[in-house]
């Protein structure tokens, strides 16, 4: 694609809205928010097997983004359509789902948990303080203690996505998401493994080694995916309340305008907080004209190919 100017555009409103789109326009986000509630009952009685609530608040937050998109598309041009893009974005998926995610969460993870209670043990016997499991206020009430949660990862995951846009070989890799001139629910997927590696040790991996318990983590996690699905929605939706505290798609998109100074801002990735606390947080009645990054592959190559181009970037 050819980056260029991103002047504000008000979204697609053609027809007259019936009950159902209205509905949809108001009640998806809401509905969205309320599949994550129950995840976290779900997890913190567990109801099920921690992965199986994890897969169905997925896929409850994808179809309720693709029965919006379907019906309150906010850009024609950029729905999910068969293409050489679609392809390479249904592979990254399956490659972040089926390789990536599993594999920073079954092994990296508790790699750092580990190292962490090693340095903890370590410390306790010199006398001093311990670090690594025990600095997180497991006492602390469970809402308490998600809200900390949240806030500690945010930080983490902030911290790295701003470097991400400004760090050469970080962004060679992190540019991959930003490359299509699209936004909706399938792109969203669009991350190089490695962006994936480092973003969740910057925020679960961080507070694995402050010691968070387990379904305090679990929980975060079902919260911070249906937001992420959302986050990307090609859909006409009424985010007013929520866009001073979310990671919504009315700030996310201006995190995709084209051109580097649009595109410095709202870094969030579930909360808005530190976008506030540091200033990047930005809020336009208008999304942008234009998304995406000049100068990545793959323009029709393939996914290998655009990773293929990101880690030459990254060493050039
Ligand atoms: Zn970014």
Redesign the pocket.
């Given at each position: 694609m050819t980056a260029s100017t991103s002047a504000s555009v008000s979204p697609e409103r053609a027809r007259r809205a019936s009950f159902p789109d209205t509905l949809i326009r108001w009640g998806a986000f809401p509905a969205g928010l309320a599949v994550a509630a129950l995840a976290a009952l779900a997890l913190h009685h567990r109801w099920m097997p921690a992965m199986a609530v994890q897969m169905a608040a997925m896929v409850a937050a994808v179809l309720l983004v693709v029965i919006a998109e379907r019906r309150l598309p906010f850009r024609a041009a950029w729905r999910v359509a068969p293409s050489a893009e679609r392809r390479v974005d249904i592979t990254s998926m399956a490659v972040l789902m089926l390789l990536a995610d599993p594999l920073s969460k079954m092994t990296l993870l508790p790699l750092v948990a580990s190292l962490a209670a090693t340095a903890a043990a370590a410390i306790a016997e010199a006398g001093g303080r311990p670090l690594g499991l025990g600095l997180f206020p497991a006492a602390l009430p469970l809402p308490l203690q998600l809200l900390l949660a949240a806030a500690v990862a945010e930080l983490g995951q902030y911290g790295t996505?701003r470097a991400?846009?400004g760090v050469r070989w970080m962004w060679a890799m992190?540019g991959f998401?930003?490359n299509p001139a699209r936004v909706n629910w399938l792109n969203g997927f669009r991350v190089n493994p490695l962006n994936l590696l480092w973003h969740q040790l910057a925020g679960l991996g961080l507070l694995v080694a402050l010691g968070a318990p387990e379904p305090v983590i679990q929980m975060l996690i079902a919260f911070g995916t249906v937001v992420a699905v959302f986050q990307h929605a090609n859909a006409d939706l009424r985010l007013d309340g929520w866009n001073r505290l979310l990671s919504t798609a009315d700030l996310h998109r201006w995190?995709?305008a084209a051109g580097h100074a649009q595109?410095q801002c709202n870094?969030g990735a579930v909360l808005m907080l530190w976008d506030h606390v540091f200033g990047t947080y930005r809020r336009h009645d208008a999304a942008p004209a234009v998304v995406g990054v000049a100068g990545f592959e793959p323009k029709a190559a393939g996914y290998l190919a655009g990773l293929r181009e990101a880690a030459r970037m990254a060493w050039r």
């Open positions: 996505h991400a846009h992190h998401h930003h995190h995709h595109g870094f």
